[in-house]
């Protein structure tokens, strides 16, 4: 379900401030507690819009009504007091949390330091160089990881396409085709379960080569992705994004020593 803040938070990154869809999507972040009981009506009353603009909203962010905006809502008191255990990690109750923040990073490091297999990296960056077509997507940390990989790679001329809307990425995603290489940057592994459920998005034949790169080794059972690119993780508020960002950084310097 958190999938619609994460919707929300994109929306209001891409879109242009003066739009119905920021001024929609900034107003339910801000009152999302507050409005499992809000009609259609009274959403663009309090917005400003019209209702046809609210439709067209939910429609834009990939739901198919304004009630099942509704139900997203509902559900967000739960997802919220899920969410917030992110913060943790080992020694959050020391008193020198700065220290001990900065050692589990170190440490986390180390992990994927001991994890990580460079003949996987190799590979992706030979399929980077042979795909005209290459895209890279995450959310949230691990988005911005992804348009840290089409910046650097953008240096030796390589362009990687990417979005910040999630719901523009999960539509490039469908209609890509054998000739996409596409590239997931997930540390829990959940990106296309957040995306199709548990649905299969892939049933043709013509599909695109996926890499997904982890630390979930269950995802090794996703039949549509071709590759997995494994690190270890801690799995705690230490470990992320920090192993993403090494492992693009990684990539773009092989890429760099790949031309030359």
Known sequence: MFNLIIILLSTVNSEPIDSNNYKIAKFLLNNITNLEKCTICG?????????????RFCRDIGLEDFNEL????????EA????????????????????????????????????IKAEEIEELVHDIYNFKKVSAFGYLQSQHVALNLQTDLFTNN?????AMRFADQVDYINNANEEDLIIIFSES???????????????RKNKPKIYLI???PKVRELS?????????????????????SVIVSLICISYSKFLA
């Open 43 to 55: 959403l663009a009353k309090k917005c400003y819009v019209s209702v046809s603009s609210i439709s």
């Open 70 to 77: 509704r139900c997203q809502i509902a559900k967000y008191s």
């Open 80 to 115: 919220s007091s899920h969410a917030k255990q992110k913060f943790y990690f080992n020694g959050i109750e020391s008193e020198d949390i700065t220290a001990v923040y900065i050692n589990e990073v170190i440490v986390n490091l180390e992990r994927v330091k001991n994890s």
């Open 158 to 162: 390589k362009f990687v396409n990417t």
């Open 189 to 203: 592994g959940s990106y296309f379960k957040r995306a199709y459920e548990d649905r299969n998005p892939f049933r």
């Open 214 to 216: 982890t630390s979930n």
């Open 224 to 244: 549509y992705v071709d590759k997995v690119i494994m690190y270890e993780s801690g799995n705690d508020y230490s470990s992320h994004p920090y192993p993403l």
